[in-house]
């Protein structure tokens, strides 16, 4: 009876498998140079809520992945030194497959009297090995640094659907919301399909539009020295 090298599909622990590292190249706007939300210190700028609510999306979007990459950091620790929560069961077939979840195991062996003992072996089994994964999780503090990432995850995501809701006064405005939706949207699609090409198109024309009607409306969008050059000829 030969063993098989079959197993079922890992679990999902991090958040956003992306956050690890291959994130797509997007135009990173950055508009912390903006004329403050409430136009203080000028006159040409109405306050504009969308922006204010742009900056607090960006604290919280940096701050989620320097949580998922501690927690990642973690993560990796704690599987070279447990493993992930598993159990391997050997079929009546002959063949050995590895299970990751008590779903997946109720899937595989069925609820049938015929697998009873069978089934009931992989979960004391697996409950043992799960045991040692909290355990080392709770000691190693990955259990805290993912409920901070998760959270700050969520409170991000929360910003961003209040964008939704919130109208810009300024070209900045409308720059912060695009580029919080290519910046979160890219982190999960490919890059290079609808709607990600659109949405750069927009950004680049923002800038030409601040270009041709008021150059000094580019330092006002937080744009860089040369940001305005990289946003045109990007793709």
């Known amino acids: 009876m030969a063993d098989s090298d079959n197993t079922t599909t890992l679990p999902s622990v991090t958040r956003r498998r992306v956050l690890a590292g291959t994130v797509v190249a997007t135009t ?3 508009l ?3 004329a403050s939300a409430d136009g203080a210190g000028s006159t040409n700028l109405r306050p504009d809520s969308a922006l204010a ?3 607090e999306w960006e604290k919280a979007h940096k701050q989620t992945k320097l949580l998922c990459r501690r927690q990642q950091r973690l993560e990796t620790r704690l599987v070279e030194s447990v493993g992930f929560p598993c159990v ?7 063949e050995d497959i590895t299970i990751h979840s008590i779903e997946a195991l109720n899937n595989v ?6 697998t009873a003992a069978l089934r009931e072996k992989a979960e004391t089994d697996f409950a043992v ?3 040692r994964w909290d355990a080392a999780a709770e000691e190693t503090g990955y259990t805290a640094a993912f409920t901070a990432e ?13 964008f939704s809701t919130t109208p810009a006064m300024t070209l900045a405005g409308v720059a912060g919301k695009l580029d919080a939706v290519l910046r979160e949207g890219e982190a999960w699609e490919e890059c290079s399909e609808f709607p990600w090409p659109q949405v ?13 009607f008021d150059a000094d409306r580019v330092p006002r969008l937080g744009i860089r020295h040369g940001q305005a050059e990289t946003l045109r000829h990007s793709r």
């Open 109 to 114: 062996l069925g609820k049938g009297p015929d």
């Open 32 to 34: 912390e140079g903006n």
């Open 53 to 55: 609510l742009w900056r």
């Open 129 to 131: 090995h799960q045991a």
């Open 200 to 212: 750069r198109s927009a950004l680049r024309d923002l800038v030409r539009i601040s270009e041709e």
């Open 88 to 94: 391997t069961v050997r079929l009546p077939q002959g």
């Open 150 to 162: 998760r959270e700050a995850g969520n409170r991000a995501e929360e910003l961003l659907e209040a």
């Open 28 to 30: 990173a706007w950055t």
